[in-house]
Each structure stands twice: as structure tokens, then as C-alpha cells.
């Protein structure tokens, strides 16, 4: 017995895959779309999209999701209503097919927002407008979305305040996806208690610099953190200095998409 699993585990690497890919594991994907969100965590046979970033973007992210021969998505987390995070909505819907979609409790007076709920109508998709902290299970993936402490301001728009913060655990592999979480929101989550511990840390609001950032480092520790930003508008040099400081890998979507893998125990760079 042990000889044949041997030999399958060689065939398995000659293929090209191993075993603990053979068991599950978890693709995640940032893609390169400019100073905007878009990220897919693929596993189980079950596909989660994090934001959709700009509608220009639309065309590109379907493209990306059929290269990965994505047919359906099992869920979509809107973190908030910015322009770079819903704007591509419309056309990732009239291509694929939805499950679930979250997003935060809140409306906003915008051209994406209307063409936002326009494309939740015409697609029949019952969206749940969360107004307090949930947690559920898909797949081997334990999700809980934190809602922000906030109230929306239309005369500030600090949509920025209402991210929806999503972390992820997949067995032993904690992941923490932040939307554009800064100010009295990021100020909550570093000294409120939240558990921000985790393995890949995508950085909040493009990896522009915020008083908080030194408490959010400390407290998450990550070994990569994704920083969504373009060469028009690049990451904050301080907080490209502090990530090193701490060691933290930094994967950027300046340098083009970004690929991890993990079987559950570890994390790769694909």
C-alpha cells in the first residue's frame, strides 16, 4: 500500500500538482486593474470575488475570471460603495452568474451605486445589506465580516469608514481583507479587540499611509501583504518602509497580478 501511494504521489508531481493541492487548497488572486480592488479566493470548487474594481475594469476582470475558468460565483463581498471597488459590477454580472452578494448597510448618491442596484434588479440578486458583524461557513473556509462602527456621511463621503472587512480562516491559513478601512474605522479594529492575526493581509486603501498602520502591522503580523496600487499612484513609501521593517512580504498589483496558493499550512507565492 504504501508503494502505491508512492508511486501516485510521483505521477502527481510529474503532472504538475501534489497532494495537498489533491486535497483542496485555496488559490487567491489580486488582479492588476490600476489603483482598484479585485481579488478571488478559489477553492473547493467554490469561487469568491472581493470587490470588482472601476467600471473600465469590468471587461478585463471577466476576461481574467474565464482564463480561470470560473462559471459561477458562489459569493461577492462588496466592501463599499467607491467607484474602484463597485464600478465593474455590472459587467461581471451580465457575464457570470451569482450566488450571494454582501455589502455594507448603506446608500450612496453616485452613478455607480444606481448602475450597482440596476444590475441587482435586472439579475433577480437578493443582496445582503449588512448591519452587523456575520459568520458562516463555505467550503473548508470560516468567513466572519466585521461591519464598521460608522455611520455614512454623504457630506464627508467617508464610504472609506464603512468597509466591510472580511477574515477568512482556511484551516490553519488565517487571511484578512480590509477594503479601503481608515480612520475611525481602522482606529476600532486595532484597539477594539478585533482579532487581525493572520497569514495574508490585503492592506487597507492601497497602501496609502495612515497613523494606524504601525498598531495595524503589530497586531496582524502578516507574511504577505497585498497593496493594490498603480503606478499613477503608487504605495506610500512609509508604509513600504514599515512593512520591511517587519519582514512582511510585499506583493503589489503595480508588478502585475498577484498569485497565492496555500494547502491549508503554508503559503506560496505562484
Not at 462588496?78 to 467607484?83: A, M, N, Y
Not at 453616485?110 to 440596476?118: D, V
Request: hydrophobic residues 40%; negative net charge; charged residues 25%.
Amino acid at each position: 500500500m504504501k508503494r502505491v501511494l508512492s508511486i501516485l504521489i510521483c505521477f502527481a508531481s510529474l503532472l504538475g500538482c501534489s497532494p495537498a493541492a489533491d486535497l483542496g487548497g485555496m488559490d487567491i488572486y489580486t488582479f492588476s486593474i490600476g489603483k482598484a480592488d479585485c481579488s478571488l479566493l478559489s477553492f473547493d470548487g467554490k469561487n469568491v470575488l472581493i470587490d470588482v474594481g472601476e467600471k473600465d475594469d469590468g471587461d478585463d476582470i471577466v476576461q481574467s475570471l474565464r482564463s480561470l475558468q470560473v462559471e459561477k460565483l458562489d459569493l461577492v463581498i462588496l466592501t463599499h460603495f467607491d467607484k474602484d471597488h463597485i464600478g465593474g459590477f455590472a459587467k461581471v454580472a451580465d457575464a457570470i452568474s451569482m450566488d450571494r452578494v454582501l455589502m455594507p448597510d448603506y446608500v450612496r448618491d453616485s452613478e455607480h451605486y444606481a448602475a450597482l442596484e440596476a444590475s441587482l434588479q435586472k439579475h433577480a440578486i437578493s443582496a445582503d445589506r449588512l448591519s452587523e458583524d456575520t459568520a458562516f461557513e463555505l467550503g473548508r473556509a470560516a468567513f466572519t465580516v466585521w461591519t464598521s462602527t460608522k455611520t455614512y456621511d454623504p457630506e464627508k463621503g467617508n464610504d472609506n469608514q464603512l468597509s466591510l472587512v472580511a477574515a477568512i480562516r482556511f484551516d490553519q491559513i488565517r487571511l484578512l481583507f480590509m477594503g479601503d478601512a481608515e480612520g475611525g474605522w481602522l482606529n476600532d479594529l486595532c484597539y477594539k479587540g478585533y482579532e487581525l492575526g493572520c497569514d495574508i493581509l490585503k492592506f487597507p486603501y492601497h497602501g496609502n499611509w495612515q497613523k494606524h498602520i504601525p498598531a495595524l502591522l503589530a497586531l496582524s503580523l502578516p507574511q504577505y501583504a497585498i497593496l493594490t496600487d498603480s503606478e499613477k499612484n503608487p504605495a506610500d513609501i512609509r508604509t513600504l518602509d514599515a512593512l520591511k521593517t517587519l519582514d512582511i512580504t510585499i506583493l503589489r498589483t503595480i508588478d502585475g497580478d498577484v498569485h497565492l496558493f496555500t494547502d491549508g499550512k503554508k503559503v506560496t507565492v505562484r
